[in-house]
């Protein structure tokens, strides 16, 4: 089964920093574009970060660019988020999706929460 | 950034009755490959979005044939002929011609 599973979510103060995993299963992760794609609570769906499929270009939404880093291991076929510098307006569900382009994201993942709070 | 805007916000849809969504972009989405790089995409209560349509008309795989898009430029259209039960969600226009931004989401819900 095609499938992908994020990990890592959790509570975090402001200013401090969590690394999110995003598994992928039933294919080869390498052959796609990731990306990551959030939702705050009650809000609308926003487009993190995504990496091209040899890891060779990262792009980023400007509110994280220089706090997150997106990256992926074609070995553990996995993508990551690395957050820092975390604000209360990063509290969100997280998801991984894959894409052929930057278009046409047809597999998502179930998200990991991240709470920033203290 | 390109900016996108749906409308309506609401949708009250009798079922068996036809529904358009409209999406417009701050920007024309034409490519040089001749595409429009506009998707639309449909969350589920209590469930992660699905890829309805890619390049502006291109259905995606499994997506009953109900759904139709449409558009070029700046202007762009999601129509379902016959809304049923299942259909009911937010819909989310998105442009991926340059870092994609998604629109405000309609949501789709049964009179």
């Known amino acids: 089964e095609v499938q992908l599973v994020e990990s890592g979510g959790g509570l975090v103060q402001p200013g401090g920093s969590l690394r999110l995993s995003c598994a992928a299963s039933?294919?080869?992760?390498?052959?796609?574009?990731m990306s990551w794609v959030r939702q705050a609570p009650g809000k609308g769906l926003e487009w993190v970060a995504n990496i091209k499929q040899d890891g060779s270009e990262k792009f980023y939404v400007d509110s994280v660019r220089g706090r997150f880093t997106i990256s992926r291991d074609i070995a553990k076929n996995s993508v990551y988020l690395q957050m820092n510098s975390l604000r209360v307006e990063d509290t969100a569900v997280y998801s991984c999706?894959?894409?052929?382009?930057?278009?046409?994201?047809?597999?998502w993942g179930k998200g990991t929460t991240v709470t920033v709070s203290s | 950034d390109i900016v996108m805007t749906q409308s309506p916000l609401s949708l009250p849809v009798t079922p068996g009755e036809p529904a358009s969504i409209s999406c417009s972009s701050s920007?024309?989405?034409?490519?040089?490959?001749?595409?429009?790089?506009l998707d639309w995409y449909l969350q589920k209560p209590g469930q992660s979005p699905r890829l309805l349509i890619s390049?502006?008309?291109n259905r995606a795989s499994g997506v009953p044939d109900r759904f139709s898009g449409s558009g070029s430029g700046t202007d762009f259209t999601l129509k379902i002929s016959r809304v049923e039960a299942e259909d009911v969600g937010i819909y989310y226009c998105?442009?991926?011609?340059?870092?994609?931004?998604f629109g405000q989401g309609t949501k789709l819900e049964l009179k």
């Open positions: 390049f502006t008309s």
């Open positions: 920007q024309s989405l034409l490519h040089s490959s001749g595409n429009h790089f």
């Open positions: 999706a894959r894409s052929v382009g930057w278009s046409g994201m047809d597999v």
């Open positions: 998105m442009q991926a011609l340059h870092t994609p931004t």
């Open positions: 039933g294919f080869s992760s390498s052959g796609y574009w």
